[in-house]
């Protein structure tokens, strides 16, 4: 999956830039759900909703994400939905595509990812979803402290470790802090290629775990991960380390619908699961769903914030 999305990311270079042009930045303030323009190609209505995620771990994701599945099918009779399913896409393009097509209704992901799919299926971001109690999150660049590299700075000529290119905690939050610090990026194919004197290298590690990991061996100079990540390090391990920089906050998920989704059905996806965390039932299937805490009004500007700094980082 990381290595499809690194593609995909690669050739979505010029729209993002095209879209982005005259996007000013928005006030973080929530707003309604948004209402697709009525078109001759809007979907009929059917009777089976499809909720979708990427991964892949495919029997995880649709175990965990069933409770949710099964609430939500239950309580969409009044515009003529009677059941629920869910598809689990093995990548950003393949995702786009259902979303596109109406195979799939609802989708779930970070915000950056959100907006890869977004720009390639004009899926429409409706609701932020937050995580075990966080509506934002944010990533770290981190470094052992008996490593020389106390600053941002510190780090030209030497190699940080991302998760991939597809990911907003691990790509593009940490890229784009590096960038606004005035600092150089370069790719480098593997940790044992040397980074160019005036740029930071940095590598794809595909995992979080492995991201730390490398840090402490010594394979990179630095990491990036979020936040919930860096604390799971235990409080002696934390103590050898030194964190050189914080990246802005962003919503931890967002969930979007498929485009030319009629006003009815839009509404009554945004009440049903901005309504969940009142019912024991719905806080049982938010709980199941990766430790969902609820779901509120998407903050204006989320995903024209995400082009604003994938235009940063692609320009740089």
């Known amino acids: 999956m990381n290595r499809t999305r690194r593609i995909l990311v690669s050739t979505l270079i010029i729209a993002f830039v095209i879209s982005g042009c005259g996007i000013n ?3 973080p303030t929530a707003a309604p759900p948004p209402t697709a323009a009525p078109t001759a190609t809007t979907k009929a209505r059917n009777t089976v909703i499809v909720l979708g995620e990427i991964s892949d771990e495919p029997s995880k994701k649709i175990e965990r994400l069933q409770p949710l599945t ?9 515009v003529g939905i009677t059941s629920a399913q869910i598809k689990i896409a093995p990548n950003l393009e393949t995702m786009s595509r259902w979303l596109k ?3 799939v209704d609802i989708y779930f992901d970070s915000p950056y990812p959100a907006m890869l799919v977004n720009a390639q299926s004009d899926a429409l971001p409706i ?7 966080e509506a934002e999150y944010y990533a770290v660049i981190f470094a052992r402290n008996d490593s020389g590299v106390n600053t941002l700075n510190d780090l030209k000529g030497k190699t940080i470790g991302l998760q991939d290119a597809g990911s907003t905690s691990g790509y593009l939050l940490p ?3 590096l960038v606004k610090g005035g600092l150089k990026a370069v790719e480098l194919k593997s940790a044992e290629i040397s980074a160019p004197a005036d740029h930071v290298g940095y590598v794809f590690t595909n995992d979080d775990d492995n991201t730390i990991q490398w840090v402490i061996s010594k394979k990179v100079a630095a990491g990036a991960v979020d936040i919930r990540s860096y604390s799971k390090i235990s409080a002696d391990g934390r103590s050898k380390m030194i964190v050189l920089g914080e990246s802005e906050k962003v919503p931890r998920q967002v969930v979007m619908v498929r485009p030319n989704m009629d006003k009815a059905t839009q509404e009554m996806i945004y009440s049903l699961f901005t309504e969940m965390e009142k019912s024991s039932e719905g806080q049982i299937a938010l709980k199941a769903f990766d430790e969902t805490t609820r779901f509120d009004a998407l903050p204006v500007g989320t995903l024209e914030r995400m082009k604003e700094l994938y235009t940063l980082v692609t320009n740089r």
């Open 70 to 78: 099964d609430y939500v099918g239950k309580r969409l009779d009044k």
């Open 101 to 103: 097509s109406g195979e």
């Open 25 to 27: 930045s928005a006030t």
């Open 175 to 177: 890229l784009s802090l």
């Open 127 to 133: 609701l932020r979803r937050w995580r075990r109690g």
